[in-house]
């Protein structure tokens, strides 16, 4: 028996003890500085006591290699088989322009084409969904740009769009800056919406100086308004804070304003961190950006000191939220992209893209579902073949499991391939994770 190469081991922050998790076999343990020190002693070479090897081979954590290599793959085809059946997402831009100027836009670089959004854009989009989709569960995310920007021409398209969703019996989420809600729920409120996307980055001046409109202007009291307007007339909200080392000590007193706000205690209302990070140029003060471990390290202090902020946002620690609320890991991850397999994106020029880091770029259109329909095969299939398996980086990698090897346009603007990897730092969230979760419990 060899010791398992999915085996994720190490020291729990602020303990004594030790962790041990095993995403194939569906095995996490705690283990007391003793075991930890024989799992080591094992690592180096060193007998350990009879009875301890036995527990670790009964847990999955000592293994035989071609057992291990046949569970391997049988859960791949079942992870394949589940995700063919799984849900699928589909963004429509129905425009690229904007009325706030972000000091992190991503998008401050894209061309706007001239043409606007028609009906027949409309019609042509929900023609390819009825095509290419058919007999898949789907719901549709309307993206931006902003695509609820406060003018009749627009209304009339986000209008005509839910109406052809409803036609369709799709439930519809928007991803949007928050400015013109309250002019929005009339129209929302016509749709099965299963979710708005709102992004606060602070209360007052510390969201203002981030996310301003152009030309200049606040934008927190207008945005809070149409969060209270959704809320009240039960329309699903998830707020949004963009973090960096800029904003991230406001998160208490975000936490707090949305727990005196009532917001938390709404069925209609959760909440999620979004880190501020380079991904198609870079940000002109990139110093200010955090890195995945070291933006978790910096909540895990601050929910230390003001633990109120865990009802407004539980962060996950990779696998670790998962296991303390449910008693149990996940299914193992063999990819965590979800482009041209559970994620498409359209936009309003008639192209198709992979998933919203790529929808708007020229050079990353996959085809057209307007005015003709056309497929760039060869791309679209190397996005719909990227896992754990096609990455050569993961097949050594203990941790491919809980990575699934992250983000696939992250990892193509970073080496040029989309097979590649942009690795998440497991270990390093799991000693938090378990911390936080289950020592300090």
Same mark, same amino acid.
């Given at each position: 028996?060899?010791?398992?190469?999915?085996?994720?081991?190490s020291?729990?922050?602020?303990?004594?003890?030790y962790?041990?998790?095993n995403?194939?076999?569906?095995?996490?343990?705690?283990?007391?500085?003793a075991?930890?020190?024989?799992?080591?002693d094992?690592?180096?070479?060193k007998?350990?006591?009879?009875?301890f090897? #036995?527990?670790?081979?009964?847990?999955? +954590? $000592?293994?035989?290699?071609?057992? =291990?290599?046949? %569970?391997y793959?049988? /859960?791949?085809?079942?992870?394949?088989?589940?995700?063919?059946?799984?849900e699928?997402?589909?963004?429509?831009?129905?425009?690229?322009?904007?009325?706030?100027?972000?000091?992190?836009?991503?998008?401050?670089e894209?061309t706007?084409?001239?043409?606007?959004l028609?009906?027949e854009?409309?019609?042509?989009f929900?023609?390819?969904?009825?095509? #290419?989709?058919?007999?898949?569960?789907k +719901? $549709?995310?309307v993206?931006?740009? =902003?695509?609820? %920007?406060?003018?009749p /021409?627009?209304?009339?398209?986000?209008?005509?769009?839910?109406k052809?969703?409803?036609d369709?019996s799709?439930?519809?989420?928007?991803?949007?800056?928050?400015?013109?809600l309250?002019?929005?729920?009339?129209?929302?409120?016509?749709?099965s919406?299963?979710?708005?996307?709102?992004?606060?980055?602070?209360?007052?001046s510390?969201?203002?100086?981030?996310?301003?409109?152009?030309?200049?202007?606040?934008?927190?009291?207008?945005?809070?308004?149409g969060?209270?307007a959704?809320?009240?007339n039960?329309?699903?909200?998830?707020?949004r804070?963009?973090?960096d080392?800029e904003?991230?000590?406001?998160l208490?007193?975000?936490?707090q304003?949305?727990?005196?706000?009532g917001?938390?205690?709404?069925?209609?209302f959760k909440?999620?961190l979004?880190?501020?990070y380079?991904?198609?140029?870079?940000?002109?003060?990139?110093?200010?950006?955090?890195?995945?471990?070291?933006l978790y390290?910096?909540?895990y202090e601050?929910?230390?000191?003001?633990?109120?902020?865990?009802?407004?946002?539980?962060?996950?620690?990779?696998?670790?939220?998962?296991?303390?609320?449910?008693g149990?890991?996940?299914?193992p991850?063999y990819?965590?992209?979800?482009?041209?397999k559970?994620e498409?994106?359209?936009?309003?020029?008639g192209?198709i893209?992979?998933?919203?880091?790529?929808?708007g770029?020229?050079?990353?259109?996959?085809?057209?579902?307007?005015p003709?329909?056309?497929?760039k095969?060869?791309?679209?299939n190397?996005?719909?073949?990227r896992?754990?398996?096609?990455?050569?980086?993961?097949?050594?990698c203990?941790?491919?499991?809980?990575?699934?090897g992250?983000?696939?346009?992250?990892?193509?603007?970073?080496?040029?391939?989309?097979?590649?990897?942009?690795?998440?730092?497991?270990?390093e969230?799991?000693?938090?994770?378990?911390?936080?979760?289950?020592?300090?419990?």
């Amino acid at each position: 028996m060899i010791y398992s190469k999915h085996n994720i081991f190490s020291k729990i922050k602020e303990s004594d003890n030790y962790f041990i998790v095993n995403l194939l076999n569906g095995s996490a343990d705690i283990l007391n500085p003793a075991e930890g020190s024989m799992v080591q002693d094992f690592l180096n070479g060193k007998t350990i006591p009879a009875e301890f090897h #036995e527990n670790l081979t009964v847990q999955g +954590y $000592l293994v035989d290699p071609k057992e =291990e290599e046949r %569970l391997y793959r049988t /859960k791949y085809l079942d992870f394949i088989d589940t995700r063919d059946e799984d849900e699928i997402q589909l963004f429509f831009v129905p425009n690229y322009s904007c009325n706030f100027a972000c000091t992190y836009c991503y998008q401050d670089e894209y061309t706007t084409a001239k043409q606007g959004l028609t009906n027949e854009v409309i019609d042509a989009f929900f023609n390819y969904v009825k095509t #290419e989709f058919a007999g898949r569960k789907k +719901y $549709l995310t309307v993206f931006g740009g =902003e695509p609820l %920007l406060n003018s009749p /021409k627009q209304k009339e398209m986000i209008a005509y769009l839910l109406k052809l969703a409803n036609d369709s019996s799709l439930e519809v989420c928007f991803v949007t800056n928050g400015y013109s809600l309250v002019d929005y729920v009339e129209i929302l409120k016509t749709a099965s919406i299963r979710e708005i996307q709102v992004t606060l980055d602070g209360i007052g001046s510390v969201h203002d100086k981030r996310r301003f409109l152009k030309g200049g202007g606040a934008t927190f009291d207008k945005i809070v308004e149409g969060i209270d307007a959704c809320l009240s007339n039960e329309l699903p909200v998830n707020l949004r804070m963009v973090v960096d080392k800029e904003n991230i000590t406001g998160l208490p007193e975000m936490a707090q304003f949305a727990i005196e706000r009532g917001w938390t205690k709404s069925e209609f209302f959760k909440t999620q961190l979004g880190r501020n990070y380079e991904l198609h140029h870079c940000q002109a003060t990139s110093e200010k950006l955090f890195s995945r471990i070291s933006l978790y390290e910096t909540i895990y202090e601050q929910v230390k000191q003001h633990p109120y902020i865990l009802e407004f946002y539980k962060p996950a620690y990779s696998i670790s939220k998962f296991l303390s609320e449910n008693g149990e890991l996940p299914d193992p991850l063999y990819d965590a992209c979800p482009a041209c397999k559970t994620e498409w994106a359209f936009d309003y020029t008639g192209h198709i893209f992979s998933c919203t880091a790529t929808v708007g770029k020229e050079d990353e259109s996959l085809g057209t579902f307007y005015p003709e329909v056309s497929r760039k095969e060869e791309l679209i299939n190397a996005w719909e073949n990227r896992d754990v398996t096609s990455i050569p980086e993961c097949s050594t990698c203990s941790m491919q499991l809980a990575c699934g090897g992250g983000c696939g346009s992250v990892a193509k603007n970073r080496t040029g391939t989309v097979c590649s990897t942009d690795c998440r730092p497991v270990k390093e969230l799991l000693e938090l994770g378990f911390s936080a979760f289950f020592e300090k419990n």
